[in-house]
C-alpha cells in the first residue's frame, strides 16, 4: 500500500516570476507537477492526492515576518522603488520585485501551511509543497530569491496545531539561515542544516559554532562541507550527526527542505552529490521520521531538469511508490528528459576528494566540543 501523501501544486506557482534571466525558473514546478502526471501518481485512482495551496493569510506571515517588511513587499509589488522597498532587500539584486509579488509570495507560504495542516489533520503522513522552501527569508528582510519564508509558517502552524517539538532538516547546498534565524531562540524547534560551507558560498554563515542561544541553546545545527564534497563524505558526516541530534530532541514532527542545489550539476553551487546520493540522503531521513508527520518542500536547484527528477523521486519517496527510471516518452519528447537518475557520473580529483573528507571531519569534531550532540 502506497503511503498517503498530498502534492501542493498549481500553475499559479509560476507567478512567483524573478524575471527570465533570474537563476531561479519555476517552470521546474511545472516541470514536476507534469512529471508526476505522466507516471500517473496524480491521477484519481493514483497514489498521491494533488492539492490546489491557499494564499497564507496577513495573521499567518504576521507571525514570522514584521509588519514594516510586510508592507514593503506590498508596496514593491505594486511597484514602488527605492531605499523604501530595497532597504528590505527587495530588488534590484537577488530578490528583485514584480508585480503581484506580495499575492505569490504569501501563496508559496501558503503552500506549506497548507501541508502543515493536512500532516496535522492525520489524513496524510507526507505533504509536499514543491514551491517552499524559501529559507533565507528573514523576519525583517528578503533575501537570496526569498520574500516570506514558507518554512517558519509551517513550523508555527504544527506548534499551534499541538507539537511540542518541530526539527528541521535542510538539505540545500545554501545554509538555511533564515529559518536558523527565526527559531534561534526557540527550544520547541531544532533546525539543521547541511551545506556547501559559508567560506565558499552564499551566505556566508552556518557554522558549527551558531548553537543557538537563550530557550534555543543547543537546537541550532550546522554541517559545513567542502565545496567538491561527495555522496560518500556528505552521507559519512550526515550519519555523524542527524541521527544523534534526532534521537536526543526526539521531534513529534518533520519539516524538510529537500533543495536540489547539492547536486553535482547545479550550476550555482558546488557540491557533487549524484542523484543516487542525493535520493539516499532522503530515503534516510524518511526513515528516521517514520511515523510522525512529515512536511517537505523544494528550495533551491537551478538545473532545472534535474530539479524536475529529483523532486519527482521525492514525492514517489514519500508515497513509497518505485517508479521505473524510464521517464514516459510523450515526457522525454516534451523536455528531452530520459531518465529519472542521472546517466552522467561527476568527474573529482582526488585532491578535492582528501579536503573534503578532511573539511567534513573537522566540522564533526566541532560539533561534538559544543555539546549539541549531546
Ligand atoms: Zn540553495
Redo the contacts with the bound molecule.
Sequence with gaps: MPRPTAFLYTDEFLSYNLGGKHPLQQTRLQMVHRLLGAYGLLSPQGPVDWITPTPATPDEILEVHTPDFVEAVQRAGRGEKGDAVSRYGLGPGDTPAFPGMYEAAALYAGGTVDAARLVLSGQYEAAFNVAGGLHHAHPNRASGFCTFNDLALGIHTLLRGGCDRVAYLDI???HGDGVQDCFYHDGRVLTISLHESGRYLFPGTGFPGEVGEGDGEGTSLNVPLYPYTEDEVWHAAFDAVVPRALARFAPDAFVLQV?A?AHWQDP??HLQLTSRGWMEAVAKILTLAEGKPVVVTG??GYNIRTVARLWTMVQAACAEVALPDTVPAAYDALYNLPRLHDTERPVIEEKYRNESRAYAAQQVMELEATGVLG
Excluded: R, S, V
Design positions: 540545500d547546498a545554501h533543495g542545489d550555482l553551487a528550495g533551491g
